[in-house]
């Protein structure tokens, strides 16, 4: 069955100004949401949000962000987004990117960058760095607002010279900062062998054997750092995957039990009930 696609390139967000190269590269200045979207959703762009001043908050992969200081977030096509918030006095930019046209710039930093960008998803920015991110936009809009039959070229050489500039400013603010703690390593892990495997995986002994430890001194480690236990966060986020796939597919609820590797669309309903208190129909639905 054909998937309905949720992006935000047609839907959500609207702003001062919008400029683009089709559904390739857009850059809205002072994004404002509309309210159409579904959420939770997974984008299929990545997108930066850039704050000059004025705040936002988003829920991102069950993290809550509130932000209100100069800086970038940024959100990758396998994070699922539960919601977006702007001030009324929010000052910035948005930037989505195709996976497509991400995948095309030739990066040799770009796997371990996209991960670090999983983990932390904002980055405050000092004076300095901020101003040089700004002018990458101001360039990036010149070139989508005049007349050039170049555009993704240049597009795509700016974007690569502005990923290795963030790539460099990442590593430079990590270095500064303390090493985590041992607990937080495993945890970290642990979580992001979660995001990508609770479609087929629910049990313990799966992300403990990839962690090569005991299910229990993973369970220990997990709840010492998030204050849950281990199988909450996989059932959480294998609901949340759920909501996802019912909120902003047209796939039925048989097809959705399946790609969640239940056994059957019985206890793919019954699973979700007991977390949710509604049936999937109910639901997808409300």
Not at 19 to 43: T, W
Request: hydrophobic residues 40%; glycine residues 6%; charged residues 20%.
């Amino acid at each position: 069955m054909k998937e309905k696609i949720s992006d935000l390139f047609n839907r959500a967000l609207s702003g001062k100004t919008i400029s683009r190269l089709n559904n390739d590269f857009v850059l809205i200045e002072n994004p404002e949401m509309d309210g159409s979207i579904e959420f939770p959703f997974k984008s299929n762009t990545v997108i930066s949000i850039v704050v000059r001043s004025g705040s936002m908050a988003c829920v991102v992969d069950m993290a809550v962000h509130r932000i209100d200081m100069q800086g970038m977030f940024i959100i990758l096509p396998s994070q699922i987004v539960e919601k977006i918030l702007f001030s009324d006095d929010f000052d910035g930019y948005c930037l989505l990117l195709s996976s497509a046209f991400l995948a095309n710039m030739p990066m040799t930093n770009k796997i371990p960058l996209l991960a670090n960008i999983k983990n932390h998803g904002f980055y405050a920015m000092d004076r300095l760095a901020f101003s040089a991110l700004e002018n990458y936009f101001k360039m990036a809009q010149g070139v989508l607002q005049n007349p050039n039959g170049y555009k993704h070229e240049i597009l795509t050489h700016l974007t690569i010279a502005y990923f290795y500039g963030l790539g460099s400013y990442i590593h430079e603010t990590a270095t500064g900062s303390s090493l985590s703690s041992r607990y937080d390593q495993i945890t970290n892990r642990f979580l992001e062998l979660v995001r990508e495997n609770c479609h087929i995986h629910r049990d313990m002994g799966f992300y403990a054997g990839i962690l090569c430890l005991s299910a229990k001194h993973v369970n220990l480690a997990v709840k010492s750092v998030t204050g849950e236990n281990a199988m909450k966060w996989i059932e959480r986020y294998t609901i949340l995957n759920a909501k996802s796939m019912l909120k902003t597919s047209l796939l039925s609820v048989s097809e959705i039990s399946d790609r969640l590797n239940f056994p059957a669309v019985s206890d793919f309903g019954k699973y979700f009930k007991k977390h949710t208190g509604y049936s999937p129909r109910e639901f997808r639905n409300a």
